[in-house]
């Protein structure tokens, strides 16, 4: 048989032939990684589960640092995460300041300035923070610390995610 008999010919065949496989081969390679990279697009919304920290009758009106732990799971690995938080109570309202500095992310410490000691500083570049938490115009830090969302039920205090203040 001659390849005019055949409707498609060997060249043709072939084009096809390693065009499905190569298209086969491309596709399942880009959809893991598409589907990593859509993934947190395709959930409802990330869970904002409340962490318990302390009682309200633990808390005064000077920044105290409290720890909590909560279990995160990445992927398929579970691992148990331990935050801090400076918490303090004013006017009956509870706020939770994440203790990382905005500036380049070390961990800042109250009161423990001699001359400043009602102040949050940051011993890598000497940045310092008032105690609510905001930035002290001449230092290296630009925006004020973070706060934890709070709720405060039957004299418990729960902290949620960390939302940043500008």
């Known amino acids: 048989m ?8 060997r060249r043709q065949f072939l084009t096809y032939t390693l065009t499905g496989v190569g298209g086969f081969m491309a596709a399942s390679a880009i959809m893991p990684m598409a589907r990593f990279a859509l993934d947190p697009a395709l ?6 589960d ?5 009682d309200v009758a633990e808390l005064t009106e000077d920044p105290q640092k409290f720890s909590f732990s909560f279990e995160q799971v990445d992927a398929w ?6 935050r801090e938080a400076y918490i ?6 509870v706020t939770a300041l994440s203790p990382t500095c905005t500036h380049l992310g070390c961990t800042v410490a109250y009161g423990t300035q ?10 890598c570049h000497f940045g310092m923070f008032d105690k609510d938490g ?3 115009p001449g230092t290296p830090p630009q925006r004020p610390l973070d706060v934890y969302d709070v709720v405060v039920e039957d ?3 729960y902290l949620g995610q960390i939302n940043q203040r500008t």
């Open 2 to 9: 001659s390849e005019k008999d055949h409707k498609v010919s």
């Open 155 to 157: 004299g418990k205090v």
């Open 114 to 123: 001699e001359e400043h000691p009602d102040r949050f500083f940051c011993p």
């Open 43 to 48: 959930k409802a919304g990330a869970e904002s």
């Open 134 to 136: 905001i930035n002290i």
């Open 50 to 54: 409340l962490k318990y920290v302390c």
């Open 88 to 93: 303090f109570i004013r006017d009956n309202t």
């Open 77 to 82: 690995y579970e691992s148990e995460v331990t």
